[in-house]
């Protein structure tokens, strides 16, 4: 059994990686979201945690920002739709462009957890902690 400094640290090293990994999926969830749907961004948060299953959050500020950044590289246009309060919204859609980029993605970044050697040895870590007896 490891002290508890070491379960300390552990859990500070699982943050830090948590937090540059779901950074980084920042994108893929919100092309994968507008995917599904168009969206303005103020809902964005909402449906990405719904999508994530709770495990990606996204303040909106970054969700804007991403936005505006995919609407400049052509990734997903926009559009003003009607609101049931105030002032129309400004709805996003992914382009061909942005759907092309969502599914090259997953063929060379998420696929490759099906592959079943790769699987196999997650299993095999998640049941045993990847302890081979060794």
């Not at 552990?10 to 893929?28: A, I």
Request: proline share 4%; aromatic share 8%; hydrophobic share 35%.
């Amino acid at each position: 059994m490891k002290g508890d400094d070491t379960v300390t640290d552990l859990d500070r090293l699982l943050e830090n990686w948590e937090s540059v990994y779901k950074k980084g999926l920042l994108t893929f969830w919100l092309l994968l979201l507008l995917d599904e749907k168009p969206c303005y961004p103020y809902e964005m948060s909402a449906e990405v945690m719904r999508l994530s299953e709770g495990t990606i959050s996204a303040d909106d500020n970054s969700n804007y920002r991403a936005i505006n950044r995919f609407e400049e590289m052509g990734l997903v246009t926009s559009q003003s739709g009607e609101s049931k309060l105030g002032p129309p919204r400004k709805y996003y859609r992914l382009t061909e462009d942005g759907r092309e980029l969502l599914q090259r993605f997953i063929e060379r970044n998420i696929l490759i957890f099906q592959h079943p050697a790769v699987a196999e040895h997650i299993q095999h870590v998640l049941q045993n902690g990847g302890n081979d007896g060794k």
